[in-house]
């Protein structure tokens, strides 16, 4: 069925740590997974996304990962800024019109 | 970057009206979503539109939605009549191509509907 679980709900982390998101899915037809990035009034943005073909994708301090046997997904943020501070989706999607979104993780980076 | 637009960013209606929410999307794009949102839940895909048509909707996408994108002016959503549920906040998209493998699709900021 076409869900995506994604966890946690919220996270605190301090300035300079690493924040790890994850998410899951029961599709195997899913094959594109795009991470995006959201701020208060304002609409999703792209942050990263990865193939289904990869393992490992990475761009500057956000790096996805996939597993595609656990049907699993994880965005890494290393050195974690202030700036940081938004709500997270990860979706995926079968490579058709739509996308399928988790519920969202609320981060807030501490200085 | 390139920017999707819409207005109103809040609209309060009573129930049983008729609301339009409206969509500037990013100006060479070619396809078109609207997504809702219920407060504390995920996005749910409603309806994608490309050519004048209706290319895939869901079972969210009720028989008093609608939508259209008339001489390339807004791609709009029409509710009529309002119910109580359709209270969300409902984002617009727009990619390139079909959103998927190699287009993004872009956000709009959401309109905020409440029906009371």
Known sequence: ?111 | GPKVLQIPSHQIIDMGQMVTLNCDPVSNHLYFYWYKQILGQQMEFLVNFYNGKVMEKSKLFKDQFSVERPDGSYFTLKIQPTALEDSAVYFCASSLAPGGVSYEQYFGPGTRLTVL
């Open chain 1, 1 to 111: 069925q076409q869900q995506v679980r994604q966890s946690p709900q919220s996270l605190t982390v301090w300035e300079g740590g690493t924040t790890v998101l994850t998410c899951s899915y029961e599709d195997s037809t899913f094959n594109y997974f795009p991470w995006y990035q959201q701020f208060p009034g304002e609409g999703p943005a792209l942050l990263i996304s990865i193939l289904s073909v990869s393992d490992k994708k990475e761009d500057g301090r956000f790096t996805t990962f996939f597993n595609k046997r656990e049907k699993k997904l994880s965005l890494h943020i290393i050195d974690s800024q202030p700036g940081d501070s938004a709500t997270y989706f990860c979706a995926a999607s079968p490579g058709n019109y739509k996308y399928v979104f988790g519920a969202g993780t609320r981060l807030k980076v501490i200085a």
